[in-house]
T-cell receptor, first 108, second 113 residues
């Protein structure tokens, strides 16, 4: 069983397209995290949210606590956005449950 | 600001050899974690620590040992490496309980022949 499910697993988009990555979780959380991992690279935190919506540049993350669902949106996608995006649910004990990631490729 | 530093970045071992991965953080974080990342699978927790001198098992602890003698360091040991331990290992840290950002090291790629 997976506590965190992401969709889609793979996504290819044309430069400029609006992208949505979805995350559903089954555990009680204190926060939901979105992470980014470039090929061969480390993992960086994009967002941590426990309610509502957050925006950083062209990236927007939303969460619906009642439905246990979060989405990551990328507006005006660019080839440099190509990466694996990982959703992680954190409980109050600082335990993290990770999705398997969404591999995004943005074609020029 | 170094954040979380892992050493070594790459290592090739023969089956049965031992090694230690070192994780160091300079953010005074209480929580530290070791994960492994394998193709098609999410990050899986090996061991974690909620403070200096404490360690606990995660999801996949077999074949690994850890120590947290100092708050800033979290060591992951492989006593007798097996090919199944070929993976990319990530160390991460977070401050005290509650909603906290998880900070990752750059990863250590281990190959066991």
């Amino acid at each position: 069983k997976n506590e965190v499910e992401q969709s889609p697993q793979n996504l290819t988009a044309q430069e400029g397209e609006f992208i949505t990555i979805n995350c559903s979780y089954s555990v009680g959380i204190s926060a939901l995290h979105w992470l980014q991992q470039h090929p061969g690279g480390g993992i960086v935190s994009l967002f941590m949210l426990s309610s509502g919506k957050k925006k950083h540049g062209r990236l927007i993350a939303t969460i619906n606590i009642q439905e246990k669902h979060s989405s990551l949106h990328i507006t005006a996608s660019h080839p440099r956005d190509s990466a694996v995006y990982i959703c992680a649910a954190a409980n109050t004990g600082n335990q993290f449950y990770f999705g398997t990631g969404t591999s995004l490729t943005v074609i020029p | 600001n170094a954040g979380v530093t892992q050493t070594p970045k790459f290592r090739v071992l023969k089956t049965g050899q031992s090694m230690t991965l070192l994780c160091a953080q300079d953010m005074n974080h209480e929580y530290m974690y070791w994960y492994r990342q394998d193709p098609g699978m999410g990050l899986r927790l090996i061991h974690y620590s909620v403070g200096e001198g404490t360690t606990a098992k995660g999801e996949v602890p077999d074949g690994y040992n850890v120590s947290r003698l100092k708050k800033q360091n979290f060591l992951l040991g492989l006593e007798s490496a097996a090919p199944s331990q070929t993976s990319v290992y990530f160390c991460a840290s977070a401050s005290g309980s509650g909603a906290n950002v998880l900070t990752f090291g750059a990863g250590s790629r281990l190959t066991v022949l």
